[in-house]
C-alpha cells in the first residue's frame, strides 16, 4: 500500500462515503449504488479504486459481490501519522 495512493483515493467524497457505508459492515454493489443514486459503471471505477488501494476487500457469495472495509489499511495509516508526531495517547 503506498500512502500517496491512499490519500489520492479519500481525496473523493463518494469514496469516502462508500467507505462510511462499509464501515457498518458488508454491502453489494447493488446496494452502495442504490444508496449513493450513482450508475453501477460509476460505482464500479469507484470500488476498483478502492480495491487496488486496499482499503476494500471484495467477497463472492454465489451471484453477488460484497464488499467491506479493510481496517489494516487504516491502522497502517494511524501508525505513520503517530510516527511523525501527530497523535498523542494521553491518559
Do not use: C
Amino acid at each position: 500500500m503506498a500512502k500517496a495512493n491512499v490519500f489520492k483515493v479519500l481525496s473523493d467524497s463518494i469514496r469516502r462515503d462508500i467507505l462510511e457505508m462499509l464501515k457498518n459492515g458488508r454491502m453489494s454493489a447493488g446496494e452502495i449504488a442504490e444508496r449513493l443514486e450513482i450508475t453501477p459503471a460509476a460505482l464500479s471505477y469507484h470500488l476498483k479504486l478502492l480495491r487496488e488501494s486496499d482499503m476494500v476487500m471484495e467477497y463472492k457469495q454465489k451471484n453477488f459481490i460484497y464488499y467491506e472495509i479493510n481496517t489494516g489499511v487504516f491502522e497502517d495509516i494511524i501508525l505513520w501519522i503517530e510516527s511523525l508526531g501527530g497523535i498523542k495517547n494521553e491518559k
